[in-house]
């Protein structure tokens, strides 16, 4: 089946620091959307991303589409305590929807 | 708008019982879709249900199973609890859910099995 590669599983960043974290599929994606889940709480839908070599912003956060629609990333600059969480990256295209592990995001005050 | 809502919250079960959670999507939405998330496996998807019909199923035992009623709402019983099924459950509802529906979760209903 459809396999969605995510990395790093962790990250230590210093407050203001950037911050990036990255999904590769083994097949083409017809989209890919992606969650943040706080600690202890659920995931939160940020963004889908549909066409090949998209970019989208949020604020500090920057979501890209690979040109071949098998990798993703998400870029967060100066990184915040508030960004603290787990982001999860989660397939389209494929029968059984697919979430990456998940990069938990510890941000160092 | 009130969002989805997940009972029971938590609960502890022996190995062997059975048990039933709930879940109540946003109004409006037709698709529920139950997922598995554990440390060692991550986000697992269960199944989706769409207007009462199971519209994808995950690669899990048949000792999971769902329904969904005319009111989009879902109910997923697992039976014959084994103690890898202590998990946190979460229940995700989607305006047209399938592959390019954006997911609302729940809060979730934490299970452990002893």
């Known amino acids: 089946g459809q396999q969605v590669m995510q990395i790093p599983q962790y990250q230590h960043v210093q407050e203001g620091e950037d911050f990036t974290t990255y999904c590769n599929s083994s097949t083409t994606l017809s989209n890919i959307q992606w969650y943040k889940q706080r600690p202890g709480g659920h995931p939160v839908f940020l963004i889908q991303?549909?066409?090949?070599?998209e970019v989208k912003k949020q604020k500090r956060l920057t979501f890209q589409f690979g040109e071949a629609k098998k990798n993703s990333s998400l870029h967060i600059t100066a990184t915040q305590t508030t960004d603290v969480g787990t982001y999860f990256c989660?397939?389209?295209?494929?029968?059984?929807?697919?979430f990456g592990r998940g990069t938990s995001l510890i941000v160092h005050p | 708008k009130a969002g989805v809502t997940q009972t029971p919250r938590y609960l502890i079960k022996t190995r062997g019982q059975q048990v039933t959670l709930s879940c109540s999507p946003i109004?409006?939405?037709?698709?529920v879709s139950w997922y598995q998330q554990t440390p060692g496996q991550g986000l697992q998807f269960l199944f989706e249900?769409?207007?009462?019909?199971?519209?994808n199923k995950g690669n899990f035992p048949g000792r999971f199973s769902g329904r969904q009623f005319s009111n989009s709402r879902s109910e997923m019983n697992v039976s014959t609890l084994e103690l890898g099924d202590s998990a946190l459950y979460l229940c995700?509802?989607?305006?047209?859910?399938?592959?390019?529906?954006?997911?609302?979760f729940g809060e979730g209903s934490r299970l452990t099995v002893l």
């Open positions: 991303l549909v066409k090949s070599g």
């Open positions: 249900y769409f207007s009462e019909t199971q519209r």
């Open positions: 995700a509802s989607s305006l047209v859910g399938g592959e390019a529906g954006e997911l609302f």
């Open positions: 989660k397939s389209g295209g494929s029968y059984i929807p697919t």
């Open positions: 109004s409006g939405h037709r698709s």
